[in-house]
T-cell receptor
Framework: NAGVTQTPKFQVLKTGQSMTLQCAQDMNHNSMYWYRQDPGMGLRLIYYSASEGTTDKGEVPNGYNVSRLNKREFSLRLESAAPSQTSVYFCASSAIWAGGADTQYFGPGTRLTVL | GQQLNQSPQSMFIQEGEDVSMNCTSSSIFNTWLWYKQDPGEGPVLLIALYKAGELTSNGRLTAQFGITRKDSFLNISASIPSDVGIYFC??????????FGQGTRLTINP
């Protein structure tokens, strides 16, 4: 059982370039999330999808867009990368929306550097 | 927004020692979660707490949901080398999203 998978594991971009981070889960979870993790800080929510067909902004959505492609897949897009977006990005999923008594399972992360 | 203060930020201990860390919040949470993150990996859930005063164990790990619902504690007994990593608390209030602490980095000297 793969759980939550993310691609790529590492990426280097130049300022202004665009890219899409991919995430997939095989646990039949309804909700999916994108976080970023910066040194000395906890995870901060970028966007989330409570269920297939819906997406909402989290704490730090500026500079990002998301697509819930289907129940399994949730992608994060950087249209014009900036050095401030250098971070480690984690995708997570949960069986129900986090408002319920359920827990989130995380992928291995994508390490992004923007030069 | 909600703030979680996790302490200590880092710990350096000897193998076999017990470890204690805690999180405090400026607001009430209905759920507290404790995660561990190994280098190069995503966080992995250790313990989930759903009720004020709840005390839950997972092997050598014990976590408590504070009575005030504004804090939580994680204890690790008889630490071993594989306990090394970063421990995160996370709180959830009602239908809102998880809020994470800054993490406690645990280093163990053999």
């Amino acid at each position: 059982n793969a759980g939550v998978t993310q691609t790529p594991k590492f990426q280097v971009l130049k300022t202004g370039q665009s890219m899409t981070l991919q995430c997939a889960q095989d646990m039949n979870h309804n909700s999916m999330y994108w976080y970023r993790q910066d040194p000395g800080m906890g995870l901060r929510l970028i966007y989330y999808s409570a269920s297939e067909g819906t997406t909402d902004k989290g704490e730090v959505p500026n500079g990002y867009n998301v697509s819930r492609l289907n129940k399994r897949e949730f992608s994060l897009r950087l249209e014009s990368a900036a050095p401030s977006q250098t971070s480690v990005y984690f995708c997570a999923s949960s069986a129900i929306w986090a408002g319920g008594a359920d827990t989130q399972y995380f992928g291995p992360g994508t390490r992004l550097t923007v030069l | 927004g909600q703030q979680l203060n996790q302490s200590p930020q880092s710990m350096f201990i000897q193998e076999g020692e017990d470890v204690s860390m805690n999180c405090t919040s400026s607001s009430i949470f209905n759920t507290w979660l404790w995660y561990k993150q190994d280098p190069g990996e995503g966080p992995v859930l250790l313990i989930a707490l759903y009720k004020a005063g709840e005390l839950t164990s997972n092997g050598r790990l014990t976590a408590q949901f504070g009575i005030t619902r504004k804090d939580s504690f994680l204890n690790i007994s008889a630490s071993i080398p594989s306990d090394v990593g970063i421990y995160f608390c996370a709180g959830q209030e009602g239908a809102q999203k998880l809020v994470f602490g800054q993490g406690t980095r645990l280093t163990i000297n053999p």
